[in-house]
């Protein structure tokens, strides 16, 4: 079997692994959802647009994501303070729990795994993710935009 397929298996694993530990949250979101909350905890304040196209959706897609989010307190509207008609997205103060703990879950149920690991393994995938790192952000430097 090729590297890559060794590493994309592995990711599969883990997104997998990433995916089971999420929905032991005290509320269970849709990936959809919990990428929306990482990017506004991330960026607060965009709107619906740049939502929007960050997640590389729709935008009536977007705004009933939103309205799911609202409606479950974790998201809420607020007027731009300068410009009047455009409405900015902040996450409330559950949804920000609800974020961290599902990044406790998730933190947990890796760590099982390293454990499991001997540590000379941990240290060699600790120095192997980070030149994959290293290696992601000099290709996309070199291609002018963000890592893959």
Not at 83 to 106: C, I, P, S, W, Y
Not at 117 to 138: N, W
């Given at each position: 079997?090729s590297?890559?397929?060794?590493?994309?298996?592995?990711?599969?694993?883990?997104a997998?692994?990433w995916?089971?530990?999420?929905?032991e949250a005290?509320?269970r979101?849709s990936p959809?959802?919990?990428?929306?909350?990482?990017?506004l905890q991330s960026?607060?304040g965009l709107?619906?647009?740049?939502l929007?196209e960050?997640?590389e959706?729709?935008?009536?897609t977007?705004?009933?994501?939103?309205?799911?989010l609202?409606?479950a307190?974790?998201l809420?509207r607020v007027?731009?303070?300068h410009k009047?008609?455009?409405?900015?997205?902040n996450?409330?103060?559950?949804?920000?729990?609800?974020?961290?703990?599902v990044a406790a879950?998730?933190s947990?149920?890796?760590?099982?795994?390293?454990?499991?690991?001997?540590?000379?393994d941990?240290?060699?995938?600790?120095?192997?993710m980070r030149?994959?790192?290293?290696?992601?952000?000099?290709?996309?430097r070199?291609?002018?935009?963000h890592?893959f």
């Amino acid at each position: 079997m090729s590297l890559a397929l060794e590493i994309a298996d592995a990711v599969d694993g883990l997104a997998h692994l990433w995916a089971a530990a999420s929905q032991e949250a005290s509320l269970r979101l849709s990936p959809h959802q919990l990428r929306a909350l990482r990017i506004l905890q991330s960026e607060p304040g965009l709107n619906l647009t740049t939502l929007a196209e960050g997640m590389e959706i729709g935008l009536p897609t977007a705004s009933r994501l939103c309205d799911r989010l609202a409606a479950a307190g974790l998201l809420e509207r607020v007027l731009h303070p300068h410009k009047r008609r455009e409405v900015q997205l902040n996450l409330t103060t559950r949804g920000r729990q609800v974020l961290d703990e599902v990044a406790a879950h998730r933190s947990r149920a890796l760590a099982e795994v390293l454990t499991a690991m001997k540590p000379a393994d941990r240290e060699a995938l600790s120095r192997g993710m980070r030149a994959l790192l290293a290696a992601q952000d000099a290709a996309a430097r070199h291609m002018g935009g963000h890592r893959f």
